[in-house]
């Protein structure tokens, strides 16, 4: 379910989620390889690097004020798609994201809300489609996606995302 919110781009709520995760690899492909991966903070042994070793057991989590910050860099310009997060709110409770901005742009200095979305409880693998609300705007062009997480669940401070990942057109 989708509304638009005052200030017109999209939001979504989303619920539930997937515990296997299905993303059509004829027409997209993973594109996180290609880029830098930082984020605003973390506690010692949850890394970024966590975000992005296909375990699910792993986690990357916060260390600080909100809102927590994952900023995914590319030397070249990108065509984006779909972001996907794996979050567990049976495991994590108030440490599981609630509302959800993405951002895109050149660099930090031009990062602009392409999506903002509401999560409810979720557990699995989470889809977010960037593309805009015209037909033809398929996928997001840009050098710099960042993800931020503006709350948690049951106003928890810190956050845990277990695993993120971005998909663009295959060429």
């Excluded at 590319?74 to 994590?92: A, G, M, N, S, T």
């Excluded at 999560?119 to 805009?132: A, E, F, N, R, Y």
Aim: glycine share 8%; proline share 4%; charged share 25%.
């Amino acid at each position: 379910m989708a509304t638009d919110s005052s200030e017109g781009e999209e939001e979504a709520k989303l619920t539930g989620g997937n515990k296997v995760l299905m993303v059509d690899d004829n027409d997209l492909r993973e594109l996180g390889k290609k880029a830098a991966w930082t984020v605003s903070s973390c506690k010692p042994g949850n890394g970024v690097s966590s975000l992005r070793d296909d375990n699910l057991d792993t986690y990357w989590q916060s260390d600080g004020a909100q809102p927590h910050l994952v900023n995914v860099q590319f030397q070249k310009k990108v065509k984006l798609q779909l972001v996907v997060l794996y979050v567990d709110f049976k495991l994590d409770e108030s440490y599981t994201p609630c509302k959800i901005s993405i951002r895109a742009g050149d660099g930090f200095h031009n990062l602009k809300e392409i999506k903002a979305v509401e999560l409810d409880k979720p557990t699995g693998w989470v889809t977010i489609c960037l593309s805009g609300n015209d037909p033809r705007e398929t996928f997001v062009n840009t050098f710099m996606l960042q993800i931020a997480v503006l709350s948690n669940h049951v106003n928890g401070r810190d956050t845990h995302i277990r695993q993120i990942k971005v998909y663009g057109p295959r060429p």
